[in-house]
T-cell receptor
């Protein structure tokens, strides 16, 4: 069945450093890839997304890249700040079925 | 402005007593989802509606049912809640059309089973 693998499960960086989280998906028909940030007790919040017709997208300190051939996409956070500390989830959606599957999550800790 | 609204935010139910969680949306999205999320885990897809078509995940227990009476509303029914069903239940919606897709979550309902 459809699957999304996310790595690493935990990531600790120093404030100001970059953080990279990687995901791979199994369904070649997936065409929408959102990233969510979830703080304790709150809903997943969409922070950036990328569609299958685009290879890269950037929004201030956050960027996402997509390699459709390898079925691989990544989240890049530059100049990390302590408030970036949270759990991050990648996901993959297939438009013709509507199915939205999540990766296992990455707990990011940014040390001051 | 809330776009995906879940009620209630917190629900306490007795072991074995049926409970219904509700979700509404103002986005006119064609797909609605129910996820179960337990502590320190990823959201687990229970089922989703693509328009009126119901899609159940193979490992979703029979104890969980869903209804979508119209585009805006979707319900999660837990027929006989067990202690293991205590979790955060997240509703999400998406506009699953190629090149125009987005997906958002409601605030969630935290279910406690006593």
């Amino acid at each position: 069945g459809e699957n999304v693998e996310q790595h690493p499960s935990t990531l600790s960086v120093q404030e100001g450093d970059s953080a990279v989280i990687k995901c791979t998906y199994s369904d070649s028909a997936s065409n929408y890839f959102p990233w969510y940030k979830q703080e304790l007790g709150k809903r997943p919040q969409l922070i950036i997304d990328i569609r299958s017709n685009v290879g890269e997208k950037k929004d201030q300190r956050i960027a996402v890249t997509l390699n459709k051939t390898a079925k691989h996409f990544s989240l890049h956070i530059t100049e990390t700040q302590p408030e970036d500390s949270a759990v991050y989830f990648c996901a993959a959606l297939t438009s013709n079925t509507g199915k939205l599957i999540f990766g296992q999550g990455t707990t990011l800790q940014v040390k001051p | 402005d809330a776009m995906v609204i879940q009620n209630p935010r917190y629900q306490v139910t007795q072991f074995g007593k049926p409970v219904t969680l509700s979700c509404s949306q103002t986005l006119n999205h064609n797909v609605m989802y129910w996820y179960q999320q337990k502590s320190s885990q990823a959201p687990k897809l229970l089922f989703h509606y693509y328009d009126k078509d119901f899609n159940n995940e193979a490992d979703t227990p029979d104890n969980f049912q869903s209804r979508r009476p119209n585009t805006s509303f979707c319900f999660l029914d837990i027929r006989s809640p067990g202690l293991g069903d205590a979790a955060m239940y997240l509703c999400a919606t998406s506009r699953a059309y190629s090149l125009n897709t987005e997906a958002f979550f409601g605030q969630g309902t935290r279910l406690t089973v006593v």
